[in-house]
């Protein structure tokens, strides 16, 4: 069995053992490897020398295998206790839970009302522009030449911010919504880390 085999062998061992660190213990046997290649012993050698990878893929998931926590049921005295100290303490922690959602909501407000003003000015220039464009006919019939072009040159200008203001709020909404959901993702993991910690 040459290297590249062994590793192959190791990787698919590890993932079907379920073992998590699977990436460092086929860094670890790699480099192991190579270190006793250099060493003098011959590639054929080495492999006899190490255990199979089902052997060590056996032996890390028996190692690394969760224990069963044994759950004991709460008395009913004690239940009832808790249950009357939530109760009591509602108006504390409740009054604190409520804080933490309101900060939270007002957080992502704070975050989207870049994107929203930004698509709200790129709308409002974008139809504005094509409204004055439309007028820029009436305004040369009543007004002149003069004014009338300077009305069109108006309305193209307005067009075009809108169409920039869109662009850029476009452009930096991608990033917003890659942070809004990387936080979202991070809250979820830090509540279900406190919940089981409570548990």
């Keep these: 069995m040459t290297k590249n085999d062994f590793i ?11 073992v998590s660190d699977a990436a460092n213990t086929i860094d670890y046997y790699d480099e192991l490897i190579d270190d006793r290649i250099e060493g003098g012993e011959t590639e054929a050698a080495v492999i006899a020398s190490l255990e199979t990878p089902h052997q060590i893929a056996s032996q890390l998931a028996d190692q690394f295998q969760p224990t069963q926590v044994q759950h004991k049921r709460m008395s009913p005295v004690l239940l009832v206790t808790l249950v009357v100290l939530l109760v009591l303490g ?6 604190l839970l409520l804080t933490a959602v309101v900060l939270l909501v007002v957080g992502y407000l704070l975050l989207w009302i870049g994107p929203f003003i930004g698509g ?3 709308v409002a220039s974008i139809i504005g522009g094509a409204v004055s464009l439309v007028f820029s006919c009436f305004v040369t019939l009543n007004e002149g030449a003069v004014v009338g072009m300077m ?3 108006i309305s193209f200008a307005m067009v075009g ?4 203001i869109g662009g850029l709020t476009w452009y930096f909404s991608k ?6 959901i990387g936080l979202t993702r991070w809250l979820i993991r830090k509540s279900k880390r406190q919940s089981k910690a409570v548990a």
């Design 90 to 95: 509602s108006p504390l922690w409740g009054s």
């Design 8 to 18: 192959k062998d190791l990787a698919a061992a590890l993932t079907s053992y379920g």
């Design 151 to 153: 009305q069109l040159g």
């Design 175 to 180: 990033y917003i919504v890659q942070f809004s």
């Design 120 to 122: 709200t000015l790129a």
């Design 161 to 164: 911010v809108g169409i920039l």
